[in-house]
């Protein structure tokens, strides 16, 4: 080991290319790089979200249409018919959100809503949410019981 092969450990130095601001010999020196005046040459410069320079901001340009209800419940809708199909495929006899969740046709914050388009052939009973009067009417014909969670 010699003095002019000493260099510093694996990691130690992290500086890479010219320091900005040291004088002009430097070649990076007086405005650092940032050109001449103007906010984007001061320090703390932050743009705002969405600005587009001198140009109308897209969010400003767009018409805005319709209703969006903060308060609406979004449902996970099943069918009778597809109610059938999950029973078969399966072979469930309780439709829940946990017996649902485990075989992975519900996400963690779903609801359920059972209609009632198709047939129901077996006995089920069920655990949900909300369900419309057709289903209701349906799966008590089919002898399953419903539970209004």
Do not use: C, W
């Not at 359920?112 to 349906?138: D, H, M, R, Y």
Request: hydrophobic share 30%; proline share 2%.
């Amino acid at each position: 080991m010699n003095l002019h092969t000493l260099k510093p450990a694996e990691g130690a130095t992290h500086r890479q290319g010219k320091r900005l601001g040291r004088g002009n010999s430097s070649g990076k020196g007086g405005t650092s790089t940032k050109g001449n005046k103007g906010a984007q040459s001061r320090a703390g410069y932050n743009q705002r979200r969405g600005s587009e320079g001198g140009q109308m901001p897209i969010h400003r340009r767009l018409p805005k249409r319709g209703f969006k209800n903060i308060n609406r419940i979004s449902y996970k809708v099943l069918n009778l018919e597809q109610v059938d199909a999950i029973v078969d495929r399966y072979q469930m006899d309780e439709i829940s959100f946990e017996t649902l969740y485990t075989v992975k046709l519900l996400n963690r914050n779903d609801l359920i809503k059972i209609l009632g388009k198709g047939e129901l052939k077996s006995k089920v009973s069920f655990k949900v949410n909300a369900v419309s009067e057709t289903a209701k009417s349906a799966i008590e014909a089919a002898g399953g019981t419903l539970e209004i969670i």
